[in-house]
């Protein structure tokens, strides 16, 4: 009965409960949120690639080769001749390669030139392959498959022209070779939904008439004789590697990045993740523990409400000591109370962050090409609700140590 | 009754023997124990078991139910508990007893006029028969009329349930209706010192 009657004490001071509540919520709720978008983040970048056994490109930084081989963020600084991908292609301990040249794009999307290998053996999200959700994989030397943000944006369809212009954020475009979309890709959740992807032999195609980075004037090739050149890639940015066995794979890193005849990189893509998130740890962290201060002010607020409500209640508390309830019972009294608000609080604040989520899920995945989940509550999330509720019984020790001081003094004299 | 005027130390010694302050010496005997020699929670509870308490302004806890506010000794009292029996139909009978409609039990305290929290008040001291009721001045706040109605209840109540009445008072005419009054200048010096 005394811990109903905490109930209903805590519901005739409603507006000020509710208030703290509330601040507990939206802090819990920050909280969470931060931590979703953290883990979504990391899910995300891991989910990109899967499957591939290492990453090949120039000698440069093993993030910077994930980070613009797989995220298309950043540029490669050089590329790796052609001679030597056919090199590291013949190894007996590949299984597969697939080349991987970029640098020009498309309005804000970055063009990539592959091979059809890439579809077979491009893998994300555990192992998922990519899928044509309406056209088919490039046909002809001037086709092209875009991924779902592409098509999105742009409003492309099947058959629709694209040119493609030269380097990034170029005004130079390639208007001579324009290529015809003959695919768009199902959502990924990764970049390729932000990729234009074409053949390895068509960048080699709208670059005929170029030299030293600009078209030489006054030359035009026709399609149809381009079509009939030899358009043998002279360089790849980078190469995609699955090996026979995992157990090949570091000898096989050894040997890249030992490779004589110029300066490779042979990257672990998982190892290359762990990297870069050793990186922006700091601010992962920062960032996490700013919205834990959040959570910290809020039970720091509802300390303040007890306390500020502690004289106003005096009378309250004379009555229980007058009926013989011990100091004790007055202390446990004020605990629960705290502890159900911050129980109510902590739960509110999940319920406003899968609100939250349902309605942001598409928004950010739009802005951001994040694909935050909408999953059951987690141990972590649960055990950050406990965590809450025990803080908040922890915060409520020092104004109900003050009213079991209070109460001794009192007693059952009703002080008004 | 303790008659006394305002400040000669009858709330002091309402508390004393209710055992929620300590006397720096001496002891204070109530039916034959030492409260003085309890230990805290042992004077909790014999004040739960031993004795119902009326304040000046009936102070029920506004937002409990009258039910709530007349149980709320017997969540303390153990012994006293087992005595009530059937609480919550021993409360609806006192209500009856003491002129209150039936349907007012589940009602909340604030909702009560005060001739209401009186008899609710009233009630909550005497759930369970404890021998002694305190009663700290429940009639100064009242009319002549009034005053002379609520002591005719209190004392038909406590005759009832043979239960032993201390009132606090500093009204002397209301001495009459006593079988004892105490004067607080006759058992006590109080010493201020200047603050």
């Known amino acids: 009965m005394t811990f109903r009657l905490a109930i209903a004490s805590l519901f005739a001071r409603a507006l000020t409960v509710g208030m703290t509540i509330l601040a507990i919520a939206l802090s819990v709720a920050l909280f969470l949120g931060v931590e979703k978008v953290r883990t979504g983040a990391k899910a995300s970048f891991a989910d990109t690639i899967s499957g591939t056994d290492l990453i090949v490109g120039a000698r440069s930084g093993s993030v910077q080769l994930l980070l613009y081989s797989v995220f298309r963020i950043g540029n490669a600084t050089n590329n790796v001749t052609w001679e030597s991908y056919l090199d590291i292609a013949a190894r007996p301990d590949v299984d597969w390669i697939v080349p991987i040249s970029l640098g020009d794009s498309h309005r804000q999307f970055r063009v990539m030139g592959t091979t059809q290998a890439f579809f077979e053996h491009y893998k994300y999200r555990q192992g998922r392959s990519l899928t044509v959700a309406d056209g088919v994989i490039m046909d002809d030397l001037f086709d092209t498959v ?34 015809r979309v003959s695919g768009i890709l199902e959502k990924t959740g990764t970049p390729i939904d932000r990729t234009v992807i074409v053949s390895m032999e068509a ?94 002010t809020a039970l720091i607020g509802m300390m303040a409400t007890i306390f500020s409500s502690l004289n106003e209640r005096r009378r309250e508390m004379a009555i229980f000591r007058a009926m013989g ?36 899920q598409p928004l950010v995945d739009n802005a951001f ?48 | 009754m303790l008659l006394g005027e305002s400040g000669s130390g009858k709330s002091t010694l309402l508390s004393l023997i209710c055992g929620t302050i300590l006397p720096d010496q001496g002891t204070v005997n109530i039916a034959g124990t030492d409260v003085t020699a309890l230990s805290g929670g042992a004077r909790d509870r014999f004040r739960a078991e ?44 006192l209500c009856t007893e003491l002129g209150l409609p039936s349907d ?62 201390l009132m606090v008072s500093h009204d002397p005419r209301l001495g009459e209706r006593f079988d004892r009054v105490i004067r607080m200048e006759g058992i006590a010096q109080i010493d201020r010192t200047a603050a």
């Open chain 1, 369 to 416: 090409g994040l694909w935050l989940p909408i999953d059951a509550p987690t141990i972590r999330e649960f055990s950050v609700i406990v965590g809450v509720v025990c803080a908040g019984a922890i915060v409520s020790l020092v104004p109900a140590l003050r009213a079991y001081r209070m109460s001794i003094a009192d007693g059952m004299m009703v002080q008004t």
């Open chain 2, 104 to 165: 007012i039990i589940q009602a909340k305290a604030n909702a009560l006029s005060v001739g209401q929290q009186q008899r609710v008040a009233v009630a909550r001291a005497l759930i369970g028969q404890p021998p002694l009721i305190i009663a700290d001045e429940p009639t100064s706040a009242l009319d002549a009329g009034s005053q002379a109605a609520f002591l005719d209840l209190l004392f038909a109540q406590t005759k009832a349930h043979e239960t032993s009445l």
């Open chain 1, 146 to 179: 875009i991924g779902a943000d592409v098509a999105s944006t742009l409003g492309y369809n099947v058959d629709d022209p694209i040119v493609v212009a030269h380097g990034l954020a170029s005004f130079t475009e390639h208007k001579d070779q324009p290529f």
């Open chain 1, 325 to 360: 309830a011990r100091p004790l019972t007055i202390l446990g009294m004020l605990v629960f109370e705290a502890m159900l608000m911050a129980a109510v609080g902590a739960l509110l604040g999940v319920a406003l962050l899968y609100a939250g989520l349902v309605i942001a």
């Open chain 2, 50 to 93: 031993q004795i119902g308490v009326i304040f000046q302004q009936f102070n029920l806890l506004p937002f409990g139910s009258v039910m709530d506010n007349i149980l709320l000794p017997l969540r303390f009292a153990p012994e006293r508990r087992k005595r009530t029996g059937d609480a919550a139909a021993e409360a609806a009978h």
């Open chain 1, 203 to 296: 960048i080699e195609a709208i670059h005929v008439d170029w030299q030293g980075g600009a078209q030489i004037p006054g030359q035009s090739t026709p399609a149809d004789v381009i079509r009939r050149m030899e358009l043998t890639p002279k360089a790849v940015t980078a190469a995609l590697v699955g090996v026979e066995s995992p157990l090949q794979t570091f000898a096989l890193q050894r040997a890249i990045n030992e490779y004589p005849e110029e300066p490779l990189l042979a990257i672990l893509p998982g190892v290359a993740l762990q990297e870069l998130w050793g990186i922006v740890g700091i601010a992962e962290t920062a960032l996490l523990a700013v919205s834990a201060m959040v959570v910290v």
